[in-house]
DNA sequence: CTGAAAGCGCTAACAT
DNA sequence: ATGTTAGCGCTTTCAG
């Protein structure tokens, strides 16, 4: 049988309140009575019953972190590597996580996380684009709330964000530096707030270097990103026969695809085209050449996320605040420098 | 205020026991008074408390899943999938998943998950290798524990593994019915059951057929599995000088290392090299030729663990049940037919 | 077949 | 500064 707080105080020789009150260093307690009940505490191996103590504060103790299926299922632990961010988190304080993951495509007949609906979470964590269906819905239980990586700018969520614009707007900036002047912009599913944001950094980085903007040099696909998506983006670029150096592709995996494409039509890279991808995935390193990209800190992200949820949890600060986490730009072999600017 | 059963017994004018039997179903409560529960229940909304039941019950309702740093952040999304599968399954029972991850290489001052220190679980789940100082350590709070693919032989646990012979026995008879004769086998870190069982498997096959066995063929690097394993191990067995028409590494990712080796050396596959792995990741359809491969079920390899830890909770089955998962032989474009046989 | 009541382990007034 | 005590919401004997 597990040992209680009765047991501790039984052998400190106190009062249960004062076991409670030292663990949870609320009150006054002497510096000696403390020492005596940590001592009655180590000696009989005794840990605080998480249901008991839930049951009375009225809490969980549970964060639920939500993402779809088709993120978890990616080969690319993009998100996988948000959770875990989370979960070391989580280790530090006292709430554990639990994973749900919702269909892809949410519809309004469909169930919520189970952890939802049982009130088994203080909190959530949602990681990824979700359908503002999936949203509403959820919104309805009022719990506090933290986005990962997306949010709908009309609500007013509290999120963990990346610095989308900075990041296309760095990789721009370091195109152009290396003497780059016509530059490509590979995008699909535009409807998302992210690939706006990057599609704005390539704007905004022209601008700043007083290079015309040529809607010719933009492919923006409707579809789904993925590798097929750059591979399709990069063909529909080169139908148009336009003069391009460089490409920036709004993510690693169209810019894989793109890669793909101008090797099979015999364009070398970087030779005749430099690229630059965004999020850093594992695989830039084995394509030939590797990848240029702009790194997420993801594991950072899941820790942000969760230390913003404690602060909205324990603090109260329920002021719907962003994180915007910087991002770094990693050269790699697949830009080439065609004339430096002095 | 979320209602409590109490509620529910004003509204339903029954005591909060009868409730309580009603929901659970125990005693013969009669069907009457269970329909003025369940629309008393259905009115409020009402939904038991998870703490106070838990404390009452003395069980959590949390299961432990425990991997590795390495297993959980590796690209390819294996144990990912397993989690995953646990995950859907405990949707089905009144059971949360807890994740923790553990460093690859567990010491004996390294820390246990905090929901064993907390016993917030009712049993674990461990997927993957793990060192055998950490498997002690964590015996010793007697926790039921369901292994997946990975266990000691010589220790007794519940397990879910993978047809590891079964699997390698197939790919073998594949390439032997295609006309090989000389098959290479590529692995490393041989210490390992599973690749034990795969060489096993290999070398069954080889008998049934009444192939001679040549240690030339064998490669086993004292490495870890990886990519760059599987290309030094094709770069041993290309130095040997031995014939060989055919290759089967001990997993995907080794195979993948040794194609790129081959290709480097200007062999052609299949023409020349046909080969086969083991694991089904996304990557093998994206390799040049596809890579053939034993595929396994991984959702469904989660969904069985948490089954098999259902029944040792709740059925009391205790008696160390092993479950072997079938696999798939995945022909693609590796392998190549050399001559009938009849 | 149902109700009364004890108690799971803990926290937080309220006393002392 | 510490002890007493009343619950938190639920399950489960034990009576009736």
Do not use: W
């Amino acid at each position: 049988m597990r040992p209680t707080i009765k047991d501790v105080a039984r052998l400190a020789n106190v009062s249960t309140a004062t076991v409670s009150l030292s663990i949870n260093g609320h009150a006054r307690i002497t510096k000696e009575t403390k020492i005596k009940v940590e001592k009655a505490i180590k000696d009989l191996g005794y840990f605080p019953s998480r249901s008991a103590r839930d049951l009375v504060s009225r809490k969980t103790g549970n964060i639920g972190f939500i993402l779809t299926d088709g993120h978890f299922l990616k080969t690319e632990p993009f998100y996988t590597q948000i959770f875990l961010g989370t979960e070391f988190e989580a280790r530090k304080h006292p709430y554990y996580i639990l994973l749900a993951t919702i269909p892809t495509n949410f519809k309004e007949e469909d169930e919520l996380p189970r952890f939802i609906l049982e009130n088994s979470v203080d909190g959530i964590l949602i990681a990824g684009r979700v359908s503002k269906i999936f949203l509403k819905k959820i919104m309805t239980y009022g719990l506090p709330t933290v986005m990962i990586d997306f949010h709908y700018s009309e609500k007013n969520h509290s999120a963990v964000l990346i610095d989308n614009m900075g990041g296309v707007s760095k990789a721009t900036n370091a195109l152009i530096s290396r003497g780059h002047n016509n530059i490509a912009f590979l995008c699909a599913e535009h409807e998302h707030p992210s690939i706006q944001e990057r599609y704005h950094g390539y704007k905004i980085a022209l601008e700043k270097n007083s290079i015309p903007f040529s809607e010719q040099l933009i492919v923006s696909l409707d579809t789904i990103i993925s590798t097929e998506s750059g591979y399709d983006a990069a063909k529909e670029l080169n139908k148009r026969g336009v003069d391009f150096s460089a490409v920036i592709a709004c993510n690693d995996a169209m810019a894989i695809g793109a890669m793909q494409f101008f090797k099979e039509t015999g364009k070398q890279i970087p030779e005749e085209i430099s690229i630059i991808g965004f999020d850093d995935i594992e695989i830039d390193l084995y394509q030939d050449p590797p990848l240029s990209t702009i790194s997420v800190p993801k594991i950072d992200m899941g820790q942000d996320a969760f230390q913003l949820m404690i602060e909205i949890l324990e603090k109260r600060i329920n002021n719907h605040k962003k994180i915007i986490v910087p991002v770094e730009l990693i050269l790699r072999d697949s830009v080439k420098t065609i004339s430096k600017l002095s």
